[in-house]
């Protein structure tokens, strides 16, 4: 079992930026993969950046340009930074992580940029 912690995130003007951070823990069976995802209220939870166990890097369209994901293999911690931030990318941000055993998810944090 992996537990996830995330930190970052609150609120930002339109403009800011922001860096989110995702520490795993417990019994960690190679990681695949550590990524984020959010979920705007009324919306269908989305990728929004993933970085893989040979630091391929997957961005959305929506933050393409204005992210950066990265990983610190010997702490098991994921980092996003996004930068411009819009109205638009407030939501719930949850970090998603995969080792060979299994899924596991982050409570989430919630992000919200005022105009």
């Known amino acids: 079992q992996i537990q996830l912690v995330e930190s970052g995130g609150g609120l930002v003007q339109a403009g800011g930026s922001l860096s989110l951070s995702c520490a795993a823990s417990?019994?960690?069976?190679?990681?695949?993969?550590m990524g984020w995802y959010r979920q705007a209220p009324g919306m269908q939870r989305e990728l929004v950046a993933l970085?893989?166990?040979?630091?391929?890097?997957k961005y959305a369209d929506f933050v393409k340009g204005r992210s950066t994901i990265s990983k610190d293999d010997a702490k098991h911690t994921a980092y996003l930074q996004i930068h411009n931030l819009k109205p638009e990318d407030t939501a719930i941000y949850y970090c998603?992580?995969?080792?060979?055993?299994?899924?596991?998810w982050g409570q989430g944090t919630q992000v919200t940029v005022s105009s």
């Open positions: 970085v893989t166990i040979g630091d391929s890097t």
């Open positions: 998603n992580v995969a080792d060979l055993f299994g899924e596991y």
């Open positions: 417990g019994t960690i069976a190679s990681m695949q993969y």
